[in-house]
């Protein structure tokens, strides 16, 4: 059984599409590019699709992951081709590994956000950036099927800062964008929560719902404070394996060996 492990992406007036939806789109893109799909057992097999954290509904992503199981080995790249041809435009397949190394979801432990600020004076939001990691604590709500939940988003706030911006269109209305670097804890720490902490600490309250992507995520470098491309070992073990081969094919024989 062969794994390959895709990264797609959630663009445009795609971004609103849950992640039912997307379940559903992509299992019709399997039937229709001919995927050779391993299934469940059971009375209901389902073919094997394995999700990783995805983003929540009505943001957008450059930096989503699935792992798919294959009953019969196929080149990842003629796959994602395939895949990205038989899906609509904005949900897009961008890359695709076989999988040579364990734990995918466990490579999953960080998030960089971008936060489109429109209607906001970039001075006041860096402000308000300021503000919200001076403090040690930031309590902010969220509503839950259980009730109202409050709880400190602070923590797990790794990086916020404000980047310089120009209007799409000849207008004078300010824009601020936001960068968030988010751990992946428990509970999880959701770019909306970053804006309602900023609303608690300084605040700051956009007259317009923020445009929010994810640009990128997988494992956190605490030194250097980036996220790491998740895929990247999978492509080293390839580059690994290729390597070994051709240097035994290339190997003297043995004198005296038939």
């Known amino acids: 059984m062969q794994r390959i492990r895709l990264r797609y992406t959630k663009r445009g007036r795609l971004r609103f599409t849950s992640h039912r939806d997307f379940q559903r789109a992509f299992e019709r893109a399997l039937r229709r590019a001919e995927v050779p799909m391993a299934y469940s057992a059971g009375f209901t097999p389902h073919p094997k699709v394995s999700y990783a954290n995805a983003a929540p509904t009505g943001t957008g992503s450059e930096a989503e992951y699935l792992e798919i199981a294959l009953t019969e080995a196929r080149d990842p790249g003629t796959l994602r081709a395939l895949l990205d041809e038989s899906l609509p435009t904005g949900l897009d397949i961008v890359d695709a590994v076989e999988a040579r190394t364990p734990g995918l979801a466990d490579r999953l432990t960080a998030s960089v956000w971008e936060l489109r600020l429109d209607g906001v004076d970039p001075?006041?939001?860096?402000?308000?950036?300021?503000?919200?990691?001076?403090?040690?604590?930031?309590?902010?709500?969220r509503m839950t099927k259980n009730g109202v939940r409050t709880f400190d988003a602070r923590p797990a706030v790794a990086e916020l800062e404000t980047h310089s911006s120009r209007p799409d269109g000849p207008t004078d209305q300010p824009c601020a964008i936001l960068r968030l670097v988010v751990r992946h804890v428990t509970p999880a720490v959701r770019p909306d929560d970053v804006l309602s902490g900023l609303r608690a600490v300084a605040d700051l309250a956009p007259p317009v719902p923020a445009a929010v992507t994810r640009l990128a995520q997988g494992l956190f470098d605490e030194e250097t404070g980036t996220v790491t491309d998740p895929l990247a070992p999978d492509r080293e073990a390839a580059e690994a394996l290729t390597a070994a081969s051709a240097a035994a094919a290339t190997a003297p024989t043995p004198e005296g060996s038939a």
Do not use: Y
Not at 124 to 131: G, P, Q, T
């Open 123 to 141: 001075l006041d939001a860096r402000r308000a950036v300021e503000a919200f990691t001076a403090a040690g604590t930031v309590e902010v709500q």
